[in-house]
């Protein structure tokens, strides 16, 4: 029990009275943060890992696409940080349901925001609600297996589409649209969950169009993610090479970017392509931006501008319109965070306002609360961005705990036993191993190394067995 001392001043951390820590979001950025925290000895922690879905690891299992092994073994590294003693996972809790930050705030003495940015931007424009138009998020969650995915919602879209139009050239467009193209029995091996195989497979897709609104010198996508459309069995990347033709600022841009002058020799090489009969023509377009979708009952096809490059980058239409045939639309232009209940949001960047990770209430740090991840400085970067961006706010909480800002604030009652009281099922590390267990055990049944779990009763069944198990 923490001794307080005669002026009524809380103590500083001890091993005896660690900081309580919370972190809120298991995802690279949440798990980077527990690492940062348990790496350094000058400050004794104890950290709690929460998130309200029963699985870690946030986008790694449910954003990045499953036909990515090599990305999504990063859970493997990501499993390290879990396993520390001074870390405890606990999952399926969602703040302001669960527990209210207000009750999170009085059980922990610091708080790490790093839930991420999970809604969709919208385009904006006419037809965009009809049947068989999608968010790259929705889509994404589907074939990732996420607990919330709209199953019939996505299905519904996919059945019958035979032409394809994403709109975006990040990664998570190429993402989609490399998925769309790929064979059954490229997937196969994957850990997609059964249904999401079994759609994919009957869809009749022939054609996919991936479109950017500026040129290939303003696109995101990374060369590893450009490149790895051309290894697909069944398709044909083709690219028309007058839409590669640069201005004298994208020009300078290509030079200075090596990024960038690396994804035009990619989509140069490309331009040579032909469409073949039978196999799937991915169609990479720059210059064109949405400005309707047409369709009575559903999508038919995408009405689009083409557009110019001014000097600042921007894409100006030009008044010239064409009609892309379409019967699935997926939007991917964008991803913004959303408030926690009692967690200030800033509206148009969808961020948490902050100063170097500490949490800002009416323009003043918040003693107590930092953020990172996407929650902080927004949807970009890769997994890898995450671990820097963590170390800067864990950086600003241990200099905090350094000078007194932070403290420990007495004896409270243990957060899990609080949640279970209140009628929560917090799932801990080895509920989750249980969940990881049966995974692997129904991907085995067919063949390969897991079989994602998209139910959340399915997932929780697992846990409950594991605690059966233990009690």
Known sequence: MPVVADDGTPPPPSAASPLRVAVIGAGPAGIFAADALTRQSDVPVAIDLIDRLPTPFGLVRHGIAPDHPKMRAIRDTLHRSLDHPLVRFVGNVEIGTDITLDELRRHVDAVVYTYGAALDRQLGIEGEDLPGSLAATEFVSWYCGHPDADRERVESALAGARSAVVVGVGNVALDVGRVLARTAEELEPTDMPQHVLDA???????????????????????????????????????????????????????????????????????????????????RLRFFRRPVRLLGTDRVTGVEVE??????????????????VPADLVVRSVGYRGTPLPGLPVD?????????AGRVLRDGRPSPGEYV???????????????????????????????DGTLRVRGPVDDLVETLQAGGAEPVLLENWRAIDAAEQSLGATRGRARTTMHEREALLAAARAAAAAQS
């Not at 000097?311 to 030009?318: F, I, K, L, N």
């Not at 991840?373 to 200099?399: C, S």
């Open 306 to 323: 083409r557009t110019a490059v001014d000097g600042d980058g921007r894409a100006m239409g030009t008044g010239e319109l064409e009609v």
């Open 347 to 355: 509206e148009r960047s969808g961020t948490v306002p902050h100063e």
């Open 200 to 282: 994919l497979a009957a869809a009749p897709i022939e054609e996919v169009t991936v479109l950017g609104r500026r040129g290939p010198a303003q696109a995101t996508f990374t060369t590893q993610e450009l490149r790895e459309l051309d290894g697909l069995a069944d398709a044909t990347v083709l690219v028309d090479p007058a839409e590669l033709e640069l201005d004298p600022g994208s020009e300078e841009r290509a030079a200075a970017d090596r990024n960038v002058s690396r994804n035009l020799a990619v989509l140069r090489g490309w331009t040579d392509h032909s469409a073949t009969a039978g196999r799937v023509r991915l």
């Open 372 to 402: 990172a991840g996407w929650i902080k400085r927004g949807p970009t970067g890769v997994v890898g961005h995450n671990k820097h961006d963590a170390r800067e706010t864990i950086a600003g909480l241990l200099a905090d705990a350094a």
